[in-house]
């Protein structure tokens, strides 16, 4: 691992608690952290008001089922509404997180391209 790689790990396993505790929204807030929508792949999920949603990483695609009014329709591409935690502008890749707990999530917060 190198030096880089290493601090990023090490930063976010010491931030994991912070950043899960402080993007979890208060429901009488108004004010909407930094968000973006992410493109995903969709396929229909074990019900009806589901969707196993894939979303491609940097160490790889990662699926999850998720409610299907957490996914936008535009022109026929699905995307998901997460946090943008940070950009690395040096190795142009963003750190996302999950904005609500998920089943079959192994992590809630990843690297993406940008």
């Not at 912070?18 to 969709?42: G, T, W």
């Not at 022109?75 to 089943?103: I, M, Q, S």
């Amino acid at each position: 691992m190198q030096h880089s790689d290493f601090a990023d790990t090490l930063w976010k396993q010491r931030h994991r608690d912070y950043i899960v505790r402080h993007f979890q929204l208060d429901q009488e807030s108004d004010m909407e952290p930094n968000m973006k929508s992410v493109k995903v792949d969709v396929k229909k999920g074990m019900f009806s008001s589901e969707f196993v949603v894939t979303i491609k990483t940097i160490k790889g695609n990662i699926s999850f089922f998720v409610g299907k009014d957490k996914i936008e329709n535009r022109g026929g591409d699905h995307f998901l509404r997460v946090y943008l935690v940070g950009k690395n502008v040096e190795k142009n890749t963003e750190t996302l997180a999950l904005p609500f707990h998920v089943e079959g999530a192994q992590d809630r917060i990843f690297d993406v391209d940008c």
